[in-house]
């Protein structure tokens, strides 16, 4: 079974500075790990996605994730935070075991970024 | 670019009533995908469509049935409606190539009130 775990409920950040969002994950198999931006009363945006391929992804706005097996983890980070980016943040695993699952998501609990000025 | 489309954006029913939720996909997408988040929640996996058969389900109450149409569309039908099913629905769809789905892409969501 897959799983998702972000080790933050909630991040607080001043504006132009770094952010980092944390990510475990547990999988039976190889991995695809997504990260999805939620902002108040929207939809969920698709910020990037590790298949592996480059363990350093690049998403969009500025934000990068890099899978780490050995460590199991996903971090998200970007090096300076802008006021719009202050939003729920959901770490997302998908397993391609392909037959009986056609790439369903588990969601992580989320992480609310606020961005301070 | 085209995106999810999923109508109606919002919707207000009673208790014991039925609501249907309707989900264009991307066009050339293959599989569509339902989730649900309450509030304060991350989303849940309902259920999935590839090619207009149903590929995979997750946590769906019985009172809740899905299906895809030739279209590509889906429709999910929820019945006898709780309080507790006022949510957020999302639909999202794929490309599904060689049985692995690829990345999804959501739509606004249709916010659900049962009162």
């Known amino acids: 079974a897959q799983s998702v775990t972000q080790l933050d409920s909630h991040v607080s950040v001043s504006e132009g500075t770094p952010v980092l969002l944390r990510c475990n994950y547990s999988?039976?198999?190889?991995?695809?790990l997504f990260w999805y931006v939620q902002h108040p009363n929207k939809g969920l945006q698709l910020l990037l996605k590790y298949t592996s391929a480059a363990t350093l992804v690049k998403g969009i706005n500025g934000f990068e994730a890099e899978f780490k097996k050995s460590e199991t983890s996903f971090h998200l980070t970007k090096p300076s935070a802008h006021m719009s980016d202050a939003a729920e943040y959901f770490c997302?695993?998908?397993?391609?075991?392909?037959?009986?699952?056609?790439?369903?998501?588990?969601f992580g609990q989320g992480t609310i970024l606020t961005v301070h000025p | 670019a085209a995106g999810v489309i999923q109508s109606p954006r919002h919707l207000i029913k009673e208790k014991r009533e039925t609501a249907t939720l309707k989900c264009y996909p991307i066009?050339?997408?293959?599989?569509v995908y339902w989730y649900q988040q309450g509030p304060g929640q991350d989303p849940q996996f309902l259920i999935s469509f590839y090619e207009k058969m149903q590929s995979d389900k997750g946590s769906i109450p019985d009172r809740f049935s899905a299906q895809q149409f030739s279209d590509y569309h889906s429709e999910l039908n929820m019945s006898s409606l709780e309080l507790g099913d006022s949510a957020l629905y999302f639909c999202?769809?794929?490309?599904?190539?060689?049985?692995?789905?690829?990345?999804?892409?959501f739509g606004p969501g249709t916010r659900l009130t049962v009162l």
């Open positions: 999988s039976s198999y190889s991995p695809s």
């Open positions: 066009p050339r997408h293959d599989t």
């Open positions: 997302v695993v998908s397993d391609l075991t392909g037959g009986t699952s056609y790439g369903k998501l588990t």
């Open positions: 999202a769809s794929s490309i599904t190539l060689a049985g692995y789905g690829d990345t999804q892409y």
